[in-house]
């Protein structure tokens, strides 16, 4: 782990070898290369206020990937339930084990195996190809997983893996619509969970907002179940939990289906105020799901209004206190709190093993918080692994700044307007950076 807990790496500045990558960092040629993401991004930002202040965890592109795909594949499983309504004992108890348990895990896999569906993913994605996603995801395979030791007869099951291929194929459409919202995705490599090895894809937005997500892989390279970060749970849990909430309900759940569905399609196609009024109207059990809460977060967003937005964001936090699970969701929250949001982002970092991304925010984020020879160390690693991401560089400059390399960060601020369009006005540099204001008034300032 780059960035130790206890605060190791303040010592950086006494160690040669550090000295060393510090000034190979200052001499570091221009990126010639960079994600096709960056130009949109770009647009977008030509302020060069701090990027952390306005990251929002990006939900909205996440949830169309496979929360907005969830209204898909349940519905017509879910539609079946109505076929089964006179068998309530069996509903009643299937829907008690789906509250009280997370479906199960899938079957460890290799890492060589994740690596290949993660590289699969990273293709269909960046080619905007939505029938690739579509044929990648396994939809027997989270079909399993969500109703594993549910009381169901075999008739009932088989009725609901209809409905639920069903809704697979339609999902198609999702991927697609999805695909159109964010920029670019990256395979980040593979990782350990849950006893196997998973594919860790980060997608970055237009806007500069990201998501992380997990794909566990079948034997066959196929997607077995997703974790989103976004939601804490994996996909096949929020199966489990809305195909739970259905089944328990009256009239086989159609009533609660159809307010869960209404809720969510207001969501995802950003009519906010009647997204939010839904939700106020959710049955109890629903509105402490992840995934809806999720949804509500990401419609107050869309709101100009900054207090319901905070008040959403609060809520989660209350509901789910010191829950890392939701890290990702919780850093639009902690924008203001430095000394929150740094944990926040290097839990994410461990979890992740380490994005680029993060430590680019964290070069920006470490120096609030007197640690300024972390926050080098966190731009340096950033900027040798992906010297295209605007949020890197920009996490550089942050870190000679508060290094007092004056001119190392004038020469920064040259490349950023340069090569990534980043313009920093004075007022900016002073407002947002600690030792901006002495950078400023410097002669290397000056000079530019």
Same mark, same amino acid.
């Given at each position: 782990?780059?960035?130790?807990d206890d605060g190791a790496a303040s010592d950086a500045y006494a160690d040669p070898d550090a000295e060393a990558e510090w000034s190979d960092a200052?001499?570091?040629?221009?990126?010639?290369?960079?994600?096709?993401?960056?130009?949109?991004?770009?647009?977008?930002?030509?302020?060069?206020?701090?990027?952390?202040?306005?990251?929002?965890? +990006?939900?909205?592109?996440?949830?169309?990937?496979?929360? +907005?795909?969830?209204?898909?594949?349940?519905?017509?499983?879910?539609?079946?339930?109505? !076929?089964?309504?006179?068998?309530?004992?069996?509903?009643?108890?299937?829907?008690?084990?789906?509250?009280?348990?997370?479906?199960?895990?899938?079957?460890?896999?290799?890492?060589?195996?994740?690596?290949?569906?993660?590289?699969?993913?990273?293709?269909?994605?960046?080619?905007?190809?939505?029938?690739?996603?579509?044929?990648?995801?396994?939809?027997?395979?989270?079909?399993?997983?969500?109703?594993?030791?549910?009381?169901?007869?075999?008739?009932?099951?088989?009725?609901?893996?209809?409905?639920?291929? !069903?809704?697979?194929?339609?999902?198609?459409?999702?991927?697609?619509?999805?695909?159109?919202?964010?920029?670019?995705?990256?395979?980040?490599?593979?990782?350990?969970?849950?006893? +196997?090895?998973?594919?860790?894809?980060?997608?970055?937005?237009?806007?500069?907002?990201?998501?992380?997500?997990?794909?566990?892989?079948?034997?066959?390279?196929?997607?077995?179940?997703?974790?989103?970060?976004?939601?804490?749970?994996?996909?096949?849990?929020?199966?489990?939990?809305?195909?739970?909430?259905?089944? +328990?309900?009256?009239?086989?759940?159609?009533?609660?289906?159809?307010?869960?569905?209404?809720?969510?399609?207001?969501?995802?196609?950003?009519?906010?105020?009647?997204?939010?009024?839904?939700?106020?109207?959710?049955?109890?059990?629903?509105? !402490?799901?992840?995934?809806?809460?999720?949804?509500?977060?990401?419609?107050?967003?869309?709101?100009?209004?900054?207090?319901?937005?905070?008040?959403?964001?609060?809520?989660?936090?209350?509901?789910?206190?010191?829950?890392?699970?939701?890290?990702?969701?919780?850093?639009?929250?902690?924008?203001?709190?430095?000394?929150?949001?740094?944990?926040?982002?290097?839990?994410?970092?461990?979890?992740?093993?380490?994005?680029?991304?993060?430590?680019?925010?964290?070069?920006?984020?470490?120096?609030?918080?007197?640690?300024?020879?972390?926050?080098?160390?966190?731009?340096?690693?950033?900027?040798?692994?992906?010297?295209?991401?605007?949020?890197?560089?920009?996490?550089?400059?942050?870190?000679?700044?508060?290094?007092?390399?004056?001119?190392?960060?004038?020469?920064?601020?040259?490349?950023?307007?340069?090569?990534?369009?980043?313009?920093?006005?004075?007022?900016?540099?002073?407002?947002?950076?600690?030792?901006?204001?002495?950078?400023?008034?410097?002669?290397?300032?000056?000079?530019?």
């Open positions: 782990m780059l960035l130790a200052r001499n570091a040629p221009a990126p010639v290369r960079r994600d096709p993401s960056v130009g949109r991004a770009r647009a977008k930002s030509s302020s060069g206020v701090p990027i952390w202040t306005w990251i929002g965890g +990006g939900t909205a592109a996440v949830l169309l990937v496979c929360g +907005g795909c969830l209204g898909a594949l349940l519905v017509p499983a879910a539609n079946r339930v109505r !076929e089964v309504a006179d068998r309530a004992e069996n509903r009643r108890a299937a829907a008690e084990i789906a509250a009280a348990t997370e479906s199960p895990t899938p079957a460890p896999a290799s890492s060589a195996t994740a690596r290949a569906l993660g590289e699969k993913i990273e293709a269909a994605l960046n080619d905007r190809d939505s029938h690739a996603m579509a044929r990648l995801l396994d939809s027997d395979a989270v079909y399993d997983l969500a109703i594993d030791g549910l009381e169901l007869s075999d008739r009932d099951r088989e009725s609901m893996r209809s409905g639920f291929a !069903e809704g697979a194929r339609q999902s198609a459409g999702k991927w697609g619509e999805a695909l159109e919202e964010y920029g670019w995705a990256r395979f980040l490599g593979v990782s350990r969970r849950d006893g +196997g090895s998973v594919a860790l894809v980060r997608l970055l937005y237009d806007d500069g907002s990201m998501s992380y997500l997990a794909f566990y892989p079948t034997p066959g390279v196929r997607i077995a179940d997703v974790y989103l970060f976004t939601t804490g749970e994996r996909f096949s849990t929020m199966m489990r939990r809305l195909f739970g909430s259905s089944l +328990g309900a009256k009239d086989g759940g159609m009533d609660t289906l159809e307010a869960m569905q209404a809720f969510q399609h207001a969501a995802l196609r950003g009519d906010s105020e009647d997204a939010l009024d839904r939700y106020q109207r959710l049955p109890k059990n629903l509105q !402490e799901l992840r995934a809806v809460q999720v949804l509500r977060v990401q419609a107050a967003g869309r709101l100009d209004d900054p207090d319901r937005y905070n008040a959403a964001l609060a809520d989660v936090d209350r509901r789910f206190p010191d829950d890392p699970s939701l890290d990702l969701l919780k850093i639009g929250y902690y924008v203001e709190e430095p000394e929150k949001l740094v944990v926040v982002l290097e839990r994410l970092d461990r979890a992740l093993d380490g994005d680029p991304y993060l430590r680019g925010m964290l070069a920006t984020c470490l120096p609030k918080v007197g640690r300024d020879a972390d926050a080098m160390a966190a731009a340096i690693a950033a900027v040798e692994e992906e010297p295209d991401l605007t949020l890197a560089q920009a996490g550089l400059l942050s870190a000679f700044i508060a290094a007092g390399d004056f001119d190392a960060a004038a020469d920064q601020l040259r490349r950023l307007e340069e090569e990534f369009a980043m313009v920093y006005e004075p007022a900016e540099l002073t407002e947002f950076y600690p030792r901006g204001d002495e950078f400023v008034a410097s002669d290397a300032y000056l000079a530019l």
